[in-house]
């Protein structure tokens, strides 16, 4: 089964990132210079997570890359440019991104469920900090799952994950 991750507006996604579930990745390296990566808003690449491969520029069969999603591509609930996308036995298994945080969880969340459909969300306080996590969870059709929590890294950077099985 084929399913395409990137931004639809469907009523559950199937084109998320342009990023192929179950496929390998077919993606150049990001531009290097002097160590660094300098990806290009204009352009989708892969980066590694720790920095420029001292033997291989292609993507590896398993772990974790980072891929530049170019400007156009950027669904709103995401923030910055960066996802995560999880590889084994060489095809993507899922993918992930932060989103805006506590400021803005209900526009996120909004946006997901535009894509994923209606779902039951939370609000989480935790007694430790001023602000409540929004989270939703969603099966998708096909048995993959979708996690968002408005505040997975702080209070600025929360995070939506899709896994495929």
Not at 17 to 44: N, T, W
Not at 89 to 104: E, F, L, P, R, Y
């Given at each position: 089964?084929?399913?395409?991750?990137?931004?639809?507006?469907?009523?559950?996604?199937?084109?998320?990132?342009?990023?192929?579930?179950?496929?390998?990745?077919?993606?150049?390296?990001?531009?290097?210079?002097?160590?660094?990566?300098?990806?290009?808003?204009?352009?989708?690449?892969?980066?590694?997570?720790?920095?420029?491969?001292?033997?291989s520029s292609s993507v590896p069969d398993e772990g974790t890359v980072i891929v530049n999603i170019s400007i156009n591509q950027r669904p709103g609930f995401m923030h910055g440019a960066d996802?995560?996308?999880?590889?084994?036995?060489?095809?993507?298994?899922?993918?992930?991104?932060?989103?805006?945080?506590?400021?803005?969880?209900n526009q996120d969340l909004a946006e997901l469920v535009q894509l994923f459909g209606r779902t039951d969300p939370q609000r989480i306080t935790d007694g430790l900090n001023p602000y409540q996590s929004l989270r939703a969870n969603w099966q998708l059709p096909h048995g993959g799952s979708?996690?968002?929590?408005?505040?997975e890294y702080g209070r600025y950077n929360g995070m939506v994950k899709i896994t495929e099985p």
């Open positions: 089964m084929l399913l395409m991750i990137g931004w639809s507006g469907a009523s559950v996604a199937d084109d998320l990132f342009g990023i192929a579930m179950h496929q390998p990745l077919k993606l150049r390296e990001c531009a290097q210079r002097q160590g660094s990566y300098l990806p290009d808003d204009r352009s989708v690449c892969f980066k590694w997570p720790s920095g420029p491969a001292k033997t996802v995560e996308v999880g590889l084994r036995h060489g095809v993507v298994t899922s993918v992930a991104t932060k989103t805006h945080g506590a400021g803005q969880d979708v996690y968002f929590n408005s505040t």
